[in-house]
């Protein structure tokens, strides 16, 4: 089975819980009248797309029905697959990997505890070096132990070094360390883990913005990316941590999780369109290749089909 095929597989809880429901109210009511659109956007905001997202997509297949004198449900089922690529298109999805200056590329990775942040980098890693990439980590969140200690298997489970210091040491200096050594041992790409506690926000991001300055101070531009990591379970949640981190670090992208798990996939509309940063990853299961780079067309394609 191909991505697509275990995409559309690990979408299952949400294609039942949106896709069925919009099916059902189509096919009850063939005509295209104001109780359609008020079930369809009953359904879209029970999928976690918020409701001033939902509010906008029935807003434009009103619109768009009126327009076009559209007669049918199909009709209809089409312009609503088209308005969900229209939102999730706009940005750069793309993964980038190399330094504008030729140097190492550096990523950030943020993310409250639980959302699968360690994980990521770990797949980001070996996904990395099978593309053939030199890549170093670094395990800056010196808070959690354990977190330490699931980057360290993944570095050997990867082949690529890491570079850690003692629990509870300086975060920063982790970051320092890690981005002088990827600058020496001449590698192309450093991810580095940061801590995700967010029961006192405040000393968090100040953290954050401490790792920042450090790294620059070490490799002026970097960190050149800075991905944050949500847990799609969390639902509306998820949007709250996008804004909290958002207002320390700028964030270039977003790697969704655990997909696979949540029957609340609508989500990632809410993300795209509310808060305008791309999602450039998502993950629908436990293996490497389960963690895949966001298309939107097949994202809806999956979800829909």
Known sequence: MGFFGRLRERLTKTRTSLVHNVRRVLLMRPVIDDEVFDELEQILIEADMGVDTTMGIIEDMR???????????????????????????????TMTWTAPDGGPHVTLV?????????????????????????????????????????LTIWSERSGVPIIKHKDGSDPAAVAYDATDAAISRGLQCLLIDTAGRLHNKTNLMQELKKIQRVIAKRLPGAPHDVLLVLDATTGQNGLQQVRIFTEALTVSGIVLTKLDGTAKGGIVMAIQKELGIPIKAIGVGESIDDLQPFNAREFVEALFT
């Not at 619109?63 to 750069?92: C, F, N, Q, T």
């Not at 505890?113 to 010196?142: H, M, P, R, W, Y």
């Open 110 to 150: 943020v993310g409250v505890n639980g959302s699968g942040k360690t994980t990521t980098i770990g797949k980001l890693a070996s996904q990395l070096v099978k593309e053939g990439k030199t890549v170093i980590l670094g395990a800056a969140d010196t808070f959690r132990a354990a977190a330490v200690e699931q």
């Open 63 to 93: 619109r768009i029905a009126r327009e076009k004198g559209l007669k049918s449900s199909e009709e209809l089922y089409a312009v609503l697959k088209e308005e969900l690529v229209s939102i999730l298109e706009p940005g750069d999805h």
